[in-house]
C-alpha cells in the first residue's frame, strides 16, 4: 500500500505557506508483536500547530525539519498483533500526519464509536472542548449575572466557552471575524451579543457599548488590539483565562502593545495563561460532564470538515484567516469495520 505522508519541510517565516510542507510517500512497516496499524479517519489541525514549526523554546518540542507533522488523529485499527487492541477497534491518540502508522498501541486511548459521532472527539469530546471547560471554571470561576467576554468565539475552543458559561446563567458577549459568525453566536448558540471585530469600527467602544455593566470574565484565545479594548472594561476582581494567542502566531517582531499591569492592579484583576494538559488529571471528569452536556441538549456544536489527506495543509492555512466555524477537522478516510 501506498502510504502519503505530510513533513515539515522548512520552518515558516511568518504565515505558513505550501513550500512549508512536503508529501512523501513511505513504506509501510512489518507489524512486530505488540504492534497495530492504524488507517486514520480524522484528522484535526489546530492554532498551536504554528507554535512548532517553529524552533523557539515552549512547553511542547517543537516539530523537526524532515520529520512527519504530529496531531491530535482518529484512526481505525485495521492489522493487529496487540491483544488489547483487535481489529476495528477506534482509537485516539497524537499521530503522525499520514494515511497509516504503525504503533505500539502506547498512549492511545479507544473510544466508543456509538457514543459520538467520532470526529467529537478532535472537539467538543476532545482537545477543545477540556480547554474551554478547564480554562472558564477553574480561572474564570463565572458567577451568575456575571458578564463574559470570549474572544475567537466562532472557533472550536470559543463556541464551547461561551456555552458553559451560559449554563453557568452569565451573560456572554462573543467577538467574531464575520457578521455569519455572529449571527451564529447569537441565533444558535445563545450568546447575548456579538461583535464583528472586522466591521465594529472603534473596538474599545463597541466594547463598552456590548458591556454596559464591564466584563467580569475575560476568555482570551486571539490577544492584539481586540484584548486591549476588554482590558478597558474590566470590573474589579475581573478573571482572564489566557488560552490563546492567535493575533501573534505569525509574527516575525515582538509584538508590542498596550501596558496591562496598571490596568489589572486597579482591578485587582487576575490573568493566567494556561495549557490544557495542566490538568490532565481530571480530563475524565470535565469528559463526562461535556458527554452529559450535549446530550442533553445543553451543548451544541459545530464542525468544519475538509474532505481529503491532501487538503491538511491548506484546512491548517485556513485556521489563520477564519475559514472555519467550530472546529476544523480534515476526514481523511472511512471505517473500514
Known amino acids: 500500500m501506498k502510504n502519503k505522508t505530510i513533513i515539515l519541510a522548512s520552518r515558516p ?17 512489518a507489524l512486530q508483536d505488540g504492534e497495530v496499524l492504524l488507517k486514520s479517519l480524522y484528522v484535526s489541525v489546530d492554532p498551536y500547530m504554528r507554535g512548532r514549526m517553529s524552533d523557539a523554546k515552549s512547553y511542547v518540542a517543537p516539530y523537526e525539519v ?3 507533522i504530529t496531531g491530535g488523529i482518529v484512526a481505525e485499527v485495521v492489522d493487529s498483533r496487540n491483544s488489547k487492541l483487535p481489529k476495528g ?17 502506547s498512549g492511545l486511548s479507544q473510544i466508543q464509536p456509538d457514543v459520538a459521532p467520532l470526529s467529537y472527539h478532535l472537539g467538543i469530546l476532545g482537545m477543545p472542548g477540556l480547554t474551554a471547560y478547564f480554562g472558564l471554571l477553574h480561572i474564570g470561576e463565572p ?75 475575560y476568555f482570551d484565545n486571539v490577544g492584539g488590539e481586540i484584548s486591549d479594548a476588554v482590558y478597558l472594561s474590566l470590573n474589579k476582581f475581573a478573571r482572564i483565562a ?13 509584538p508590542t502593545g498596550m501596558r496591562v499591569e496598571p490596568i489589572l492592579l486597579k482591578m485587582s ?19 463526562r460532564e461535556l458527554a452529559a452536556w450535549v446530550k442533553e441538549g445543553k451543548l451544541q456544536y459545530q464542525e468544519t470538515i475538509t474532505e ?30
Open 308 to 337: 481529503g489527506f491532501d487538503n491538511i495543509p491548506q484546512a491548517f492555512f485556513g485556521l489563520f484567516s477564519g475559514e472555519n466555524t467550530g472546529k476544523q477537522l480534515v476526514k481523511v478516510a472511512d471505517r473500514e469495520a
Open 242 to 254: 489566557i488560552c490563546g494567542q492567535i493575533a501573534y502566531y505569525n509574527s516575525t517582531t515582538l
Open 89 to 105: 477497534a477506534v482509537v485516539l491518540g497524537n499521530l503522525p500526519w499520514q494515511q497509516y502508522t504503525v504503533h505500539s498501541g
Open 66 to 68: 524532515g520529520e512527519p
Open 13 to 29: 517565516k511568518g504565515v505558513p505557506a505550501n513550500e512549508n510542507f512536503k508529501f512523501e510517500e513511505r513504506e509501510i512497516p
Open 269 to 287: 484583576a487576575l490573568m493566567k495563561g494556561f495549557i490544557v494538559s495542566d490538568y490532565a488529571s481530571e480530563f475524565g471528569t470535565a469528559a
Open 143 to 217: 458567577k451568575p449575572g456575571e458578564t463574559v467576554v470570549v474572544s475567537g468565539a466562532a472557533g472550536a475552543v470559543g463556541t464551547v466557552v461561551g456555552q458553559i458559561a451560559k449554563i453557568k446563567g452569565c451573560r456572554v458577549v462573543g467577538v467574531a471575524g464575520s457578521d455569519d459568525k455572529v449571527e451564529y453566536l447569537k441565533q444558535e448558540l445563545g450568546f447575548d451579543e456579538a461583535i464583528n471585530y472586522k466591521t465594529a469600527g472603534d473596538m474599545k467602544e463597541a466594547m463598552a457599548k456590548a458591556c454596559p455593566d464591564g466584563v467580569d470574565v
